[in-house]
């Protein structure tokens, strides 16, 4: 009996666009709900009926049961699908649902309430006979003196009420313990509204391997097989799997068993995760996830079978079309995931316009970014994902770096040349990195401008013949009457280094880029509005190349580089920072001020914590001495660049410091957590 004909879709983003076509593919109709900010967002013009559910703070739109509730009945849905993040694994939002009258496309409120936290779900796993991991039972607030001798360090703190990296903390010494659960318990409020915090042995060298199960209203369960989500940084994935490689065959029976086992203890129904920590031969129950995972394509492309597809036909009711031994893996899959990010800084989020978007074309791409779309700091910083598949996982990991290649974003920092760089790499390439190994190992990939960077963004300029003739980069072809085009100097500053100018000496004619310190070869391959393709020194170079009136950004092998024209306009604005100066690095809320007018900091002392796309940034000292200027106070709203402190060196007059803030003076004090994938 058909229960539902049109699914309001409790999401956005490329979560919400996936369950949109989903559901149009099995002849429902959709709903999208979207906030101020997302009023011509894809999502919302895919779907069959858009609703507007609140301002752009998620608090009061994607986190508003009422609102939400409210959409579906405007809108005559009678399912709700929740994706994942936002209220996806709040029992009172499946609840409220059902309360309306309404199908919850997720499994029940009560199963919810059970595996959704943590300490619970741990009991349950042990009764069922899931192995877990050692841990303390939490202590008294005031006394955690108990918990190392439990334990052991290093232990990890992590929140009882949430998952994606949220309120988790690597403590490895009883003196860094009590700071350590102050900041999760404040990160587990936040995100969670529920502070508990447990502590668990950690595993300093492990595998994170989940399987996904399914289960239905008569009691069916099977695993599709298992994923494996090691490659993190802080808690959050990276790249995931499957099936997972590095396992052996033993402990491949040991999780899927283990997991099936407690769904079935639970009554589970619908889609689930049961995630494990895996070292050597041994595994530990973490978590089960209650909604569907980011990384789900994985297990899609190796099994063949449509996930959101199959949660549309448990909650109508109907009974798995499969058993476990119709279940098997074709080939391997591997995910990307793309986040408006700065790897190279500390993972800070990023916010801006995305100028010019271009997904790949040999690939699987589950993204609602597009060009020109800006992305602000409110929601999570995950653009997208890329998924590729091959018949080993060597063949599919070359295709992850092809696929990359083809990928661009530019106008807005993202991971694209990091994951290039990742996958590229022997460590990955080897199945080689645990869970800590990008925590442990921050600069295995260093940013370097290469050859071919320079060369795409001096071509792209010298032959720009039918850009803005108002203005250098409109006009540098060279072209002299009566004579040949002349050689065509270049000055480009690599970023914001300005010992790295150069001056390249670009002949079209001649075939030739003539920089400081050698000459290569160049022939032109082809040229679009999308890609530039250049021989350079008998090697074949393609990039996404975009002039702007004061640098020429090149997206080549995944990174942006961002080469600028300084003697374009004359000065281009560009500030000194000032040694003494600390700014936001982007929007945010301050969280804590830690000091006052006249204090005496040390260099890299914490003077403030502020939140920004959902992670904690603790805002250090630039240098040794005292404060003389704080200008924000717990609950400000920041803007990006804002002064909030100024500190005068030892010996200097306590003035004003003046001068814009040091972006670099904050660094990730936490999870650059989603929200909880």
Not at 336 to 363: H, N
């Amino acid at each position: 009996m058909t229960r539902f004909g049109t699914v309001l879709v409790a999401n956005r983003g490329e979560i919400a666009l996936r369950v949109i076509r989903a559901a149009s593919a099995v002849g429902l109709r959709s709903v999208a709900v979207y906030s101020d900010a997302d009023r011509d967002a894809p999502h919302v013009r895919e779907a069959d009926m858009a609703v507007h559910i609140g301002p752009a703070a998620a608090s009061e739109s994607y986190l508003s049961i009422p609102a939400l509730i409210a959409a579906a009945q405007r809108s005559a849905a009678d399912a709700v699908h929740p994706g994942y993040g936002f209220l996806s694994e709040r029992s009172a939002f499946a609840r409220a649902v059902s309360d309306a009258g309404l199908v919850f496309i997720g499994p029940p409120a009560d199963v919810m309430d059970i595996m959704g936290r943590k300490d619970r779900a741990r009991e349950i796993a042990a009764a069922a006979g899931v192995p877990v991991i050692p841990a303390a039972n939490p202590p008294a607030r005031d006394d955690l003196r108990a918990v190392g001798s439990q334990v052991g360090f290093p232990l990890l703190v992590k929140a009882a009420a949430g998952g994606g990296g949220k309120g988790m903390r690597i403590v490895r010494s009883a003196a860094d313990l009590r700071d350590a659960v102050a900041a999760a318990r404040r990160e587990a409020a936040a995100a969670f509204g529920d502070d508990t915090v447990l502590f668990e042995r950690y595993v300093e060298h492990g595998r994170h391997i989940e399987v996904q199960v399914l289960a239905d209203e008569q009691g069916n369960v099977v695993h599709l097989l298992e994923r494996d989500c090691s490659v993190q940084r802080r808690h959050q994935k990276v790249i995931e799997e499957a099936p997972a490689s590095s396992i052996s065959a033993s402990v491949r029976r040991i999780v899927t068993e283990s997991a099936v086992a407690l769904a079935s203890k639970v009554g589970y129904v619908s889609a689930g995760t049961v995630e494990f920590l895996v070292a050597g031969e041994e595994a530990f129950f973490l978590e089960m996830n209650t909604r569907l995972q980011v990384e789900h394509p994985v297990t899609e492309v190796v099994t063949g079978l449509d996930l959101v597809a199959l949660q549309f036909a448990i909650a109508q009711g109907e009974p798995l079309p499969f058993t476990q031994g119709d279940i098997s893996a074709q080939g391997h899959a591997i995910e990307a995931r793309v986040y408006a990010e700065d790897p190279y800084a500390g993972y800070l989020p990023q916010a801006g316009v995305a100028s010019v978007v271009s997904w790949p074309q040999r690939a699987r791409v589950d993204a609602a970014l597009e060009s020109g779309q800006h992305v602000g700091t409110h929601y999570d910083p995950m653009l997208g994902k890329v998924v590729v598949a091959g018949t080993t996982r060597e063949a599919a990991r070359r295709a992850l770096v092809n696929a990359l290649d083809d990928t661009a974003i530019l106008g807005l920092t993202t991971n694209l040349g990091f994951l290039r760089a990742l996958a590229a790499s022997d460590a990955f390439r080897d199945a080689a990195i645990d869970t800590a190994w990008l925590d442990s190992h921050p600069d295995a990939f260093v940013l370097e401008t290469p050859i071919a960077a320079w060369c795409l963004a001096a071509w792209s300029l010298a032959t720009a013949h039918d850009s803005d003739a108002r203005h250098p980069f409109g006009v540098a072809d060279g072209w002299r009457s009566g004579s040949p085009p002349a050689a065509v100097p270049i000055e480009l500053t690599n970023g914001a280094d300005l010992d790295d100018t150069r001056v390249l000496t670009v002949d079209v004619a001649g075939g030739r880029i003539v920089g400081p310190s050698a000459t290569v070869e160049v022939r032109s391959l082809s040229a679009s509005s999308a890609r530039v393709r250049l021989e350079i020194d008998g090697a074949a170079h393609e990039g996404q190349v975009l002039v702007g009136p004061r640098e020429v950004l090149v997206a080549y092998q995944g990174q942006t580089y961002a080469l600028r024209r300084p003697d374009a306009f004359g000065p281009d604005g560009r500030t000194t920072l000032s040694d003494g100066s600390v700014s936001a690095p982007m929007p945010g809320t301050v969280l804590a001020v830690n000091v006052t007018v006249g204090a005496v900091v040390v260099e890299g002392q914490t003077m403030a914590v502020m939140e920004a796309m959902k992670m904690e940034l603790a805002l250090k000292a630039p240098i040794t001495g005292t404060v003389t200027d704080v200008d924000v106070v717990v609950g400000d709203q920041v803007d990006r660049g804002a002064r909030l402190f100024a500190v005068a060196p030892p010996g200097k007059p306590t003035g004003d410091t003046a001068g814009d803030a040091a972006a670099g003076a904050a660094d990730s004090g936490g999870p650059a957590a989603g929200t909880g994938r």
